[in-house]
């Protein structure tokens, strides 16, 4: 009898955990996962094009950006990862057909035109995140997605300010 209730006992606390932990997965609201979705784009696009900067720029402090643009968003997306594989959210692994054009278009450039349209494109696509991360730090009730955001978010500040500052010696 005794071996009876304690099978019971832990069939029940199975149950119990796998309920908890399929309930901690399905918690984000469709503005989290949104969030989680265009976050994720946004650091494919800018690891995509700081690679493409390495390669194509003229400039040493363009090279470098792009350097640092691989390496803070690989840093954020594998974070991002992380919490999506936690919240069982699946994130998209290759870019839009709108994202693969402005990696196709700058593709098609090197040098000096390559360095302005690059830092243009980096300062307007950060102007954009830093809003966007801005708003999700306010938004996100997920504590795990606010703290990202928040985190996020100071990184992208930073990339904002160095983009102006090389985009304004480009000139």
């Known amino acids: 009898m005794k071996?009876?209730?304690?099978?019971?006992?832990?069939?029940?606390?199975?149950?119990f955990i796998v309920m908890t932990a399929y309930a901690a997965k399905t918690t984000l609201s469709a503005?989290?996962?949104?969030?989680?979705?265009?976050?994720?784009?946004?650091?494919?696009?800018?690891?995509?094009?700081?690679?493409?900067?390495q390669q194509k720029a003229e400039s040493k402090d363009v090279k470098d950006f792009g350097s640092r643009m691989v390496t803070?968003?690989?840093k954020a997306n594998d974070e991002l990862k992380q919490i999506a594989q936690q919240k069982g959210v699946t994130l998209p692994e290759k870019l839009t057909p709108r994202h693969q054009k402005m990696v196709d278009r700058l593709s098609k450039l090197s040098g000096a035109k390559f360095d302005k349209a690059y830092m243009a494109m980096m300062v307007k696509d950060h102007r954009h995140d830093v809003a966007f991360f801005k708003w999700a730090s306010h938004r996100m009730k997920d504590p795990d997605l606010k703290?990202?955001?928040?985190?996020?978010?100071?990184?992208?500040?930073?990339?904002?300010?160095?983009?102006?500052?090389?985009?304004?010696?480009?000139?």
């Open 31 to 53: 503005k989290e996962k949104k969030f989680m979705h265009k976050a994720a784009m946004s650091g494919m696009l800018e690891v995509r094009l700081g690679q493409l900067a």
């Open 72 to 74: 803070d968003h690989g």
């Open 3 to 15: 071996k009876i209730v304690i099978s019971i006992s832990l069939v029940v606390l199975a149950l």
């Open 147 to 171: 703290n990202f955001a928040m985190n996020t978010l100071s990184v992208i500040e930073e990339h904002l300010k160095m983009a102006r500052e090389i985009k304004r010696k480009l000139k």
